[in-house]
């Protein structure tokens, strides 16, 4: 059994809830826009981090984090990427990607947009957890954590705390 800490766009931001949210969390995933090299390093020294590069990510954070990430946690393959859209319209690209992978649990960023959704088509979990950080039109801070426990996802949670409270 594992307890993930899931976040994305932090935009250089790391919000003072975050580590006692991810508390009893074994790894933070990081679905890209973390915002600078310093904002990683401080997040893998709460826990292991996995993240990937966003577009607004610099040449650092590029060459310390792919585009794409493809792993197993327990025994449920997941596939993460910051511009990867949602079931039915996943950006270009993509969905061959996920065809040729297959992953249990795909997860994007980018939209500022909180979203889980089953696709059946894919059979996969999206999860896109929004967005951490203060920089974009997003009204409030959102992360998620779950676990994953042999092939089973569960106990999916969700922090939603007003913009306004981030420094």
Not at 81 to 93: F, L, S, V, W
Not at 106 to 111: K, N, Q, T, V, Y
Not at 147 to 165: A, M, Y
């Amino acid at each position: 059994m594992v307890k993930i800490g899931l976040l994305s766009d932090t935009h250089g931001s790391i919000h003072p809830r975050l580590s006692e949210f991810f508390k009893d969390c074994v790894q933070i995933w990081h679905a890209g826009d973390i915002g600078n090299i310093e904002t990683a390093d401080k997040l893998a020294a709460l826990k292991p981090l996995l993240a990937v590069y966003g577009n607004i990510d610099g040449q650092t954070v590029r060459q310390t984090y792919p585009e794409t990430l493809i792993f197993y946690t327990e025994q449920v393959k997941v596939m993460m990427t910051h511009i990867g859209g949602y079931p039915g319209r996943y950006e270009k690209g993509v969905r061959e990607k996920i065809m040729m992978v297959k992953p249990k649990i795909f997860i994007s960023g980018h939209s500022h947009i909180l979203k889980v959704m089953y696709d059946k088509k894919y059979d996969l979990l999206h999860i896109n957890p929004g967005a951490a950080g203060n920089s974009g039109l997003h009204k409030s801070i959102t992360m998620i954590r779950f676990v994953i426990d042999g092939s089973n996802i569960r106990d999916l949670e969700v922090l939603d705390l007003p913009r306004s409270v981030l420094p």
